[in-house]
């Protein structure tokens, strides 16, 4: 079963559950009274009667399952024929994607187009990234249950919630306050709760948490800010866009011993990190 829980089940079921509570209480005689006496009779068991809002209830748990089970099965394909059709191996990468409810990052209009081959507007002029690249950076930062991740550029929160089912705990900074508001009441709804979010310049880092494990940059950079390679935990992976405004090349840096190792994972276009040590305000 997934595990995410949307918010209008628990509502639902707090409904039903409030429900049944009445009727239990309907059944004892006793109701109101405290605990029944001992050596009192038990109370027969009567049939389940629901006592009110029964159809409201189940229309709208039927419309959701409806849903799930459709954008389960876009998932699957996105999974089958964007992802693992093009290479992504990692299990728990896949596992992740296949799990993490994309459409619920994106406005209603565009939810029937969550699960596509592309990227999708996010508001603010940025972007939510194309299904395979999450796959292709996640996978490339080589993760572990028990890693702390830094990711800069909260946008929608999709990224942070993959990389949230498959590490200890993700930090993620936002520098536009509405992305972060509404990412932050995403995160809540579906219950990540091994998110931690930030509204601030990211690149700075988050020097009170560091070192991480890991390090993903989903905005493109002029160059690396060294202020992130500096929070890089010994072993630590980062991943990061850098180039022009309109192109960049996706680069992995690995820090050992020996010091900062550098690949080459191919061209990418991601909107602009702009900060302190990215691009300047325009
Ligand atoms: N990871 C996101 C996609 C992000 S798009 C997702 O899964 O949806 C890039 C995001 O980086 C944008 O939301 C943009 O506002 C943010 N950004 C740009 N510069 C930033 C900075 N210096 N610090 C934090 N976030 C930044």
């Not at 029937?112 to 999708?120: E, G, M, V």
């Amino acid at each position: 079963m997934s595990a995410f829980v949307l918010h209008g089940q628990i509502k639902a079921n707090q409904a039903e559950r409030q429900e049944n509570f009445i009727h239990a209480r309907g059944n004892c005689p006793s109701a109101g009274a405290g605990a029944p006496k001992a050596g009192a009779a038990p109370a027969r068991k009567r049939p389940l009667i629901r006592l009110t809002g029964e159809k409201r209830i189940d229309k709208a748990l039927s419309t959701m399952a409806f849903d799930s089970r459709k954008y389960e099965r876009l998932r699957e394909s996105m999974v089958k024929n964007q992802i693992e059709a093009r290479g992504i191996t990692d299990p728990a990468v896949l596992s992740a994607m296949r799990e993490v409810p994309r459409h619920m990052f994106v406005s209603e209009a565009l939810m029937a187009q969550a699960y596509s081959d592309h990227p999708l507007p996010i508001g603010e002029q940025q972007t939510i990234s194309q299904p395979y690249i999450v796959a292709q950076m996640t996978q490339a930062l080589q993760l572990d249950r028990t890693d702390r991740v830094l990711e800069i550029g909260t946008g929608s929160g999709y990224q942070a919630a993959v990389l949230a089912q498959i590490v200890y705990r993700v930090y993620t900074i936002e520098k536009k306050r509405n992305l972060h508001i509404q990412a932050r009441k995403i995160f809540d709804q579906l219950r990540t709760m091994n998110v931690v979010t930030r509204y601030s310049d990211g690149t700075m880092g988050w020097k009170e948490e560091s070192p991480f494990d890991a390090i993903l940059v989903t905005a493109g950079a002029p160059e690396i800010p060294a202020t992130l390679l500096n929070q890089l935990a010994m072993g630590g992976r980062m991943v990061i866009p850098v180039g022009q405004s309109f192109s960049q090349e996706l680069i992995k840096l690995y820090r050992d011993e020996n010091g900062i190792h550098q690949s080459r994972l191919g061209g990418c276009r991601f909107v602009k990190l702009v900060g302190e040590y990215g691009w300047r305000e325009s």
